[in-house]
């Protein structure tokens, strides 16, 4: 009765320790690599791709940024895509990131507003950071930083995004979009 009651026990620490995962898993690593395909194939990523002008920024994003607004298709989905190009070190200047881009990119920070019922919660927004090669970035416990990135925590992507009403700090840009588009 004893082993029963300890392979209970340790069960149930598994569902809970699988449960509260809300970001990082297979399907979120799998879904980040066809989003960011749907970026290369957009030209915001990869080779080639699109340049704007860098301007300030700050942490944890980057001292110096490049953003863009778009829409994408992943899966049949249709939906807003944010890529914030983010470059570094400390103390980087805008001539320097315009000079040798490569040299300076340190990570791509991306929203993308997926089908209705992903993640009601938070504006059904999957959140992802790459790696300038394309590679899943992870946090200190080893997590895959995509998915519902930090859902429930006091700090992370949802947590400070949370904060403004469409979960987006630097403009109205997809009201602008749609404007545009119609």
Not at 6 to 20: D, E, H, I, R
Not at 47 to 54: L, W
């Amino acid at each position: 009765m004893k082993q029963l009651t300890v392979f209970a026990a340790a069960t149930l620490m598994l569902a809970g320790t699988a449960s509260a995962q809300e970001f990082g898993t297979d399907d979120d690593a799998a879904y980040a690599a066809t989003l960011w395909e749907a970026m290369v194939a957009l030209r915001l990523a990869g080779d080639g791709m699109i340049r704007s002008f860098p301007y300030e920024g700050i942490e944890p994003h980057g001292l110096m940024l490049e953003t863009f607004y778009t829409e994408a298709e992943v899966n049949g989905h249709k939906g807003t895509l944010i890529v914030k190009r983010n470059f570094g070190p400390e103390g980087v200047e805008v001539d320097q990131v315009l000079a040798d881009p490569a040299t300076h990119l340190g990570a791509y920070t991306v929203m993308f507003q997926r089908e209705e019922g992903y993640d009601a919660d938070n504006q059904n927004w999957f959140w992802v950071k790459y790696l300038p090669d394309g590679a899943l970035d992870m946090n200190a416990g080893g997590m895959r930083l995509a998915g519902r990135v930090a859902k429930g925590a006091e700090q992370g992507c949802i947590a400070c995004h949370s904060v403004e009403d469409d979960y987006i700090y630097t403009t109205d840009a997809p009201m602008a979009m749609g404007a545009m588009m119609k």
